[in-house]
């Protein structure tokens, strides 16, 4: 058996509508899981994915197949407190279904989610003021997902997700639709002339070999997709990546990933933002005793006009380039530990954009050397380190310089 019991206990409860408290339970038993309480799921990254919601679920997790149910409230009802003149944050009563069915294992599966939900209107007395600003909700999204292997060495996956979010379920707007798909469901799903239908979608494929893995992935989330289950999304994104890995024993290891990122993929905007992001990171042990690691990454984001004229300032065009070197020398006695570390980051962030980069360049440096002693009989360290960090900005340059002593010791076991 498995019972794992979380809390949490706040004073704030006392005087703000969305409280602290929680409290959750998830006992197991072999492959069935029931779920009671505040609780974190995670069904697909597009239905149910790590919201919290009060309410109760089961998991049925046999061999080869899993079935989960997940119900209850997602958001509290909150509303105006008159009495003390205080703005809290307004919100009705939320509530939703979710599940997930799922076949095959780690290597080879097939998932299918959903997720439906609404608000209650009900659920709080709302003032005519409040009632032209905030309306009752309410989405449905299902997702399916899947992956593939190939001879233990190639592989293909991907997942789609679809999402009809009714901004206003009291609309008395009807909603045309030219297809008649969307209508044909008005009996499931919540339809009115304030619901929008978005997507989202991704697929990979790649090889892996002894030493070699290589990924190439394509991404694209509609503008204003939508789920009650997921807190946040970056969406209107379109994006292609390669991400290569390799190593040569435990001598050297190296990750990393390039790829190409635009927002405007419905051209509803003024102007289309591309974006370059890689990334790298590799680590060399030259001997036992001495390494080296390495990362760097650079995103670089421009802003180009598609049909209006829009002026450079307006423009948006710059460079971020992380780099860190780490060097690091490890020597072990039947005494004790030797450990140097030499350390050297650098931030930067550079304007390209010619009206504006005088005033928003930014580079940052930050030094680091540290010597640590353990002592392996009496569980005892010593650390010594020094740092210093430099700051460049347009209105000029600011240094900092620290020191750090430290001592550890263990007693007993």
Known sequence: FSIPFSFSLSE???????????????????????????????????????????????????????????????????????????????????????????????????????????DDSTSVNVAVTVKDKVRAAANTVGSVAFRQEFAKKLFIEGD????????????????????????????????NGTSEFSTAYRGAVGIKLKNFFLKLEYKNISPNFQSMGVYFFNTDVESYTVSPTFNIGSKFQFTGSIGKQKDNTKNQKQATTERWISMSSFSWNFTQQFGIDANFSNFSTNSKPTEVLVQNKYLFAQNNNNLSISPRFVKSTTKGTHVVLLSYNNASLVDRNDVTQTQNNINTSVYLLSYTYSINKSGTSLTGAISKTNNKLSIGNFDNLGFTAAINKVWLK
């Open 160 to 191: 789609a997700a679809a999402s009809v979010y009714t901004a206003d379920i009291g609309s008395a707007i009807k909603f045309t639709d030219s297809t008649g798909n969307l209508t044909k469901l008005d009996n499931i799903i919540i339809v």
């Open 12 to 118: 704030q409860d006392r005087n703000f509508s969305q409280p602290f408290n929680q409290f959750g339970l998830s006992p197991t038993y072999k492959w069935l899981t029931v779920h009671g309480g505040y609780r974190n799921l995670s069904f697909s990254p597009y239905t149910l994915d790590g919201y919290t919601m009060l309410g109760a679920g089961v998991e049925l997790k046999p061999k080869g197949f899993a079935l989960s149910v997940m119900h209850g409230r997602l958001n509290r009802a909150t509303a105006i407190d008159t009495t003390l003149g205080t703005l809290q944050p307004f919100s009705f009563s939320r509530k939703g279904t979710a599940f997930k069915i799922a076949m095959g294992d780690e290597k080879n599966h097939l998932t299918v989610s959903a997720l439906k939900a609404s």
